[in-house]
């Protein structure tokens, strides 16, 4: 079964940070483009951060300077590293990324891991 899990969200204060990880596993042929994306309370899910195979990334103007996500492709993993962080990226933070499988390739998702900014 192919997954995407997610680890090293919690409560950190403002200022402080956090490193994101996202495996993938499974039967997996190739992974292309994969990212972060983030939905807070009443609002929509926003891309926060995107890399492709060959490292060329892409970042929501809000968190330029502050995040980097990053990619170990020997380990399928994809990173978010989260500096200077404030309460208002407080949010579920989903990973994805684009799989070829046996069947296709396909967008696939993590479950999500919770980062609350809080003092």
């Known amino acids: 079964q192919v997954q995407l899990v997610e680890s090293g969200g919690g409560l950190v204060q403002p200022g402080g940070s956090l490193r994101l990880s996202c495996a993938a596993s499974?039967?997996?042929?190739?992974?292309?483009?994969m990212g972060w994306h983030r939905q807070a309370p009443g609002k929509q899910r926003e891309l926060v951060a995107a890399?492709?195979?060959?490292?060329?990334?892409n970042y929501a103007d809000s968190v330029k300077g502050r995040f980097t996500i990053s990619r170990d492709n020997a380990k399928n993993t994809v990173y978010l590293q989260m500096n200077s962080l404030k309460p208002e990226d407080t949010a579920v933070y989903y990973c994805?990324?684009?799989?070829?499988?046996?069947?296709?390739?396909?967008?696939?998702w993590g479950q999500g891991t919770q980062v609350t900014v809080s003092s």
């Open positions: 499974g039967s997996i042929f190739s992974i292309y483009a």
């Open positions: 890399i492709t195979t060959g490292g060329i990334t």
């Open positions: 994805n990324a684009a799989l070829r499988v046996e069947a296709g390739t396909f967008d696939f």
